[in-house]
């Protein structure tokens, strides 16, 4: 069975902070999936990194995928309240159909 | 708005009975995915469906099964129902597998008291 851990569990941070939050296996992912989930709805798709050692910019998130394939992270600049909810990162292992999900990061931003 | 309709959205019902959830996925969308998500366990794949066949199955319990129809839309029944049972249902869709962006609906939120 492929883990994900993904730490910290919970973060609480003021507006203008920069934050990371982390996903590590000791599985190999194919691909690697971030979702954001807002209370009373369902995740969203952020980015999907697939190469070892990528990273792609969403404005001020910057995701990235290890040179192994086995662990990501999440970097928000300058946080605003708008970006609170929980993060979720998920893998997909080769050829599998299945995605795996992490128990999420937490994250509140305060005014 | 994803575009995956899920019904009902809150369902409350006792140990012992049966629920039946239903999703309709996005317009186009030949893969529908039920997970389950609770505060301990997290997102949890349960089954996935292509054009209306089983495609992939994970930690479904026997008590839980699902079947998608030939107009696509899919239901998930739980019977015999425990506490245990008590968390948010999602239903999702993508074009094909795995791959391709996939949609969350909002959830079903059942409650077995």
């Known amino acids: 069975t492929q883990l994900l851990e993904q730490s910290p569990q919970f973060l609480s941070i003021q507006e203008g902070e920069n934050l990371t939050v982390y996903c590590n296996s000791s599985?190999?992912?194919?691909?690697l999936q971030w979702y954001r989930q807002e209370p009373g709805e369902g995740p969203v798709l952020l980015v999907t990194?697939?190469?070892?050692?990528e990273v792609k910019k969403l404005k001020r998130l910057t995701f990235q995928f290890g040179d192994a394939r086995k662990d990501s992270s999440l970097h928000i600049t300058a946080a605003q309240p708008g970006d609170t909810g929980l993060y979720l990162c998920?893998?997909?292992?080769?050829?599998?159909?299945?995605?795996?999900f992490g128990k999420g990061t937490k994250l509140s931003v305060i005014p | 708005d994803s575009g995956v309709t899920q019904t009902p959205k809150h369902l409350i019902t006792a140990t012992g009975q049966r629920v039946t959830l239903r999703c309709s996925p996005r317009?186009?969308?030949?893969?529908v995915y039920w997970y389950q998500q609770s505060l301990d366990q997290g997102l949890q794949f349960l089954i996935q469906?292509?054009?209306?066949?089983?495609?992939a199955k994970g930690n479904i319990l026997e008590r839980f099964s699902a079947q998608q129809f030939p107009d696509l839309h899919s239901e998930l029944n739980l019977s015999s129902l425990e506490l245990g049972d008590s968390a948010l249902y999602f239903c999702?869709?993508?074009?094909?597998?795995?791959?391709?962006?996939?949609?969350f609906g909002e959830g079903s939120w059942l409650t077995v008291v």
């Open positions: 999702a869709s993508s074009v094909g597998g795995i791959g391709n962006t996939i949609y």
């Open positions: 599985s190999v992912f194919s691909s």
């Open positions: 990194v697939v190469t070892g050692g």
């Open positions: 998920a893998g997909a292992g080769a050829g599998s159909y299945q995605l795996t």
């Open positions: 317009s186009g969308d030949l893969s």
């Open positions: 469906y292509y054009n209306g066949e089983e495609r």
